[in-house]
């Protein structure tokens, strides 16, 4: 049983650019969320995705936008790329789906590392 | 709003003695609180979850949590630590503010085992 894959693991761009992270959830899992983890920080939580929409959203900037596939996978995009978006970003799942209990457990992925030069 | 403050940002101990890191909480709610471990260059791992239904939570590789309302704590513990244990430790707490289930993370303990 393949668990959250997270791909590419390691992504180099430039201030500027555009990026697209990609993650598959666990097997039977509906929902997906996104997080940053800055070094030496823990993981804040950008949005997350449940039947191809944004059900709740952090506290991040617009630049930062997502999708859900029918299969429940998920992209993460990040635009105009600045310095200060060098981190590791996590994606997790879960399922309960419509029952959102607070209480379900995240499964996360090994995460990208993106590093901004 | 929720939130959760590790009391400890380091803790070093020697490979058989016991562990404790220590968690604080803040919520409005009856709150859904986890530990989580991260080990070097990969993603977190679910140790245990508190859902209010015993306050003594029993979690992976003999790590337990207890629940105490009356000092919003939530500490972790392990009555003999192993090297393999040697890794970042998150207290996190989900945000029951709007519907979905972000969790909101502390900023970590990174606990060293020495042999």
């Known amino acids: 049983d393949a668990g959250v894959t997270q791909s590419p693991t390691h992504l180099i761009k430039t201030r500027g650019q555009q990026v697209t992270l990609r993650c598959s959830p666990k097997?039977?899992?509906?929902?997906v969320s996104w997080y940053q983890q800055a070094l030496g920080q823990g993981p804040q939580f950008i949005f997350q995705?449940?039947?191809?929409?944004?059900?709740q959203r952090g506290n991040f900037p617009d630049r930062f936008s997502g999708h859900q596939f029918p299969n429940y996978s998920s992209e993460l995009n990040v635009n105009a790329l600045l310095l200060g978006d060098s981190a590791l970003y996590l994606c997790?799942?879960?399922?309960?789906?419509?029952?959102?209990?607070?209480?379900?457990?995240?499964?996360f992925g090994d995460g990208t590392r993106l590093s901004i030069l | 709003a929720q939130s959760v403050t590790q009391l400890d940002s380091h803790v070093s101990v020697s490979e058989g003695t016991p562990v404790l890191l220590r968690c604080n909480y803040s919520s409005s709610y009856s709150p859904s609180l986890f530990w989580y471990v991260q080990h070097p260059n990969k993603g977190l791992q679910l140790l245990l979850k508190?859902?209010?239904?015993?306050?003594l939570v029993k979690g992976i590789n003999g790590f337990e949590a207890e629940f105490k309302k009356s000092e919003t704590s939530f500490h972790l513990t392990k009555p003999s630590a192993h090297m393999s244990d040697a890794a970042e430790y998150f207290c996190?707490?989900?945000?029951?503010?709007?519907?979905?289930?972000?969790?909101?993370f502390g900023k970590g303990t990174t606990l060293s085992v020495s042999s």
């Open positions: 508190y859902t209010s239904a015993a306050t």
């Open positions: 097997s039977g899992h509906d929902t």
């Open positions: 995705y449940y039947e191809e929409e944004e059900r």
């Open positions: 996190v707490v989900s945000d029951e503010r709007q519907a979905g289930t972000a969790l909101i």
């Open positions: 997790a799942s879960s399922s309960g789906g419509a029952y959102y209990y607070s209480n379900q457990p995240q499964h």
